[in-house]
Antibody, heavy 122, light 107 residues
Framework: QITLKESGPTLVKPTQTLTLTCTFSGFSFSTSGVGVAWIRQPPGKALEWLAL???????RYTPSLQSRLTITKDTSKKQVVLTMTNMGPVDTGTYFC??????????????WGQGTLVTVSS | DIQMTQSPSSLSASVGDRVTITCRAS??????LNWYQQRPGRAPKLLIY???SLHIEVPSRFSGSGYGTDFTLTISSLQPEDFATYYCQQTYSTLWTFGQGTRVEIK
């Protein structure tokens, strides 16, 4: 059974750095073609892809936030960590991590964490 | 970035109705298009991948079609549990993007 769970602070002050951890089970980065992505959703708004990391440590970031984001993985701990610097109120929202496969037919997120709500406020 | 535009942004429909949602990409994405369903307060759930392939355990009333820049998600007979928001996503580019969502409400 594949599960993912996000953890991190629920409240962050403006200008601070957010660190979120996705802890997963049921799959491994030792498997070729596996990856984990981060997606966020401001309250009442659409999904926004933030970053992804592949089994081979290839990393991609959404261009508008690339300078603020860092994604890393710890294969042995089965964790993926996302850091976002210089947080502001517009970064308030629910942050999801999701597992995906890289296939010839494309990538898709077939398992998602429950999400964690992060509020940016002084 | 590849922009994904969904229409309509919202719709009202009755149980049993046939519902169609469209998604248009700003450039060709072949069939690298996924559809997700999100109920309030829940994580998104994969419905369709590669434009037309039904994910496991997804009811057959859901179907997807399209290629290139224009795609559709169809619900053949709307059920009470289908009232939710639907998102398309392109993975043609390694920089993914989602559509803005289509909210399906009860008429």
């Amino acid at each position: 059974q594949i599960t993912l769970k996000e953890s991190g602070p629920t409240l962050v002050k403006p200008t601070q750095t957010l660190t979120l951890t996705c802890t997963f089970s049921g799959f491994s980065f030792s498997t070729s073609g596996v990856g984990v992505a981060w997606i966020r959703q401001p309250p009442g708004k659409a999904l926004e892809w933030l970053a992804l990391i592949n089994w081979d440590d290839d990393k991609r970031y959404t261009p508008s936030l690339q300078s603020r984001l860092t994604i890393t993985k710890d294969t042995s701990k089965k964790q993926v960590v996302l850091t976002m610097t210089n947080m502001g109120p517009v970064d308030t929202g629910t942050y999801f991590c999701a597992r995906f496969d890289v296939l010839p037919s494309g990538s898709y997120c077939d398992h998602w964490g429950q999400g964690t709500l992060v509020t940016v406020s002084s | 970035d590849i922009q994904m535009t969904q229409s309509p942004s919202s719709l009202s429909a009755s149980v049993g109705d046939r519902v169609t949602i469209t998604c248009r990409a700003s450039q060709t994405i072949n069939s690298y298009l996924n559809w997700y369903q999100q109920r309030p307060g829940r994580a998104p759930k994969l419905l369709i991948y590669a434009a037309s392939s039904l994910h496991i355990e997804v009811p057959s009333r859901f179907s997807g079609s399209g290629y290139g820049t224009d795609f559709t998600l169809t619900i053949s007979s709307l059920q009470p549990e289908d009232f939710a928001t639907y998102y398309c996503q392109q993975t043609y580019s390694t920089l993914w993007t989602f559509g803005q969502g289509t909210r399906v409400e009860i008429k």
